[in-house]
Nanobody, 122 residues
Framework: QVQLVESGGGLVQAGGSLRLSCAAS????????MGWFRQAPGKEREFVAA????????YYVDSVKGRFTISRDNAKNTVYLQMNSLKPEDTAVYYC???????????????WGQGTQVTVSS
């Protein structure tokens, strides 16, 4: 069992930066691949980024490549999402999730956090 708690969301102007954190409970965090997803109002939840259990592999949706960076610290049971050059279209609730597979598919993730709101003003 893994419990996930996101933090770091907020209101930022376009072009600004935020760093999201996701703290995990449980001693098995390092065995899970981790992902970030987001859901904008009226839209389906979508994949943003994923990182392998070791941190050696990462993957991003095209719309955030070059602007967002996913990382993890297994000693701190935490995964991060550094978001730079934010755009109004990045506005959404951001969720972290844990998966036994290195996947971009929402349905393959086993554990989810409650989400943190990111709002980017123009």
């Amino acid at each position: 069992q893994v419990q996930l708690v996101e933090s770091g969301g907020g209101l930022v102007q376009a072009g600004g930066s935020l760093r999201l954190s996701c703290a995990a409970s449980g001693r098995t965090f390092s065995s899970y691949h981790m992902g970030w997803f987001r859901q904008a109002p009226g839209k389906e939840r979508e994949f943003v980024a994923a990182i392998s259990w070791s941190g050696g592999s990462t993957y991003y949706v095209d719309s955030v490549k070059g602007r967002f960076t996913i990382s993890r610290d297994n000693a701190k049971n935490t995964v991060y999402l550094q978001m730079n050059s934010l755009k109004p279209e990045d506005t959404a609730v951001y969720y972290c999730a844990a998966c036994t597979l290195f996947s971009t598919a929402l349905y393959e993730y086993d554990y989810w956090g409650q989400g943190t709101q990111v709002t980017v003003s123009s």
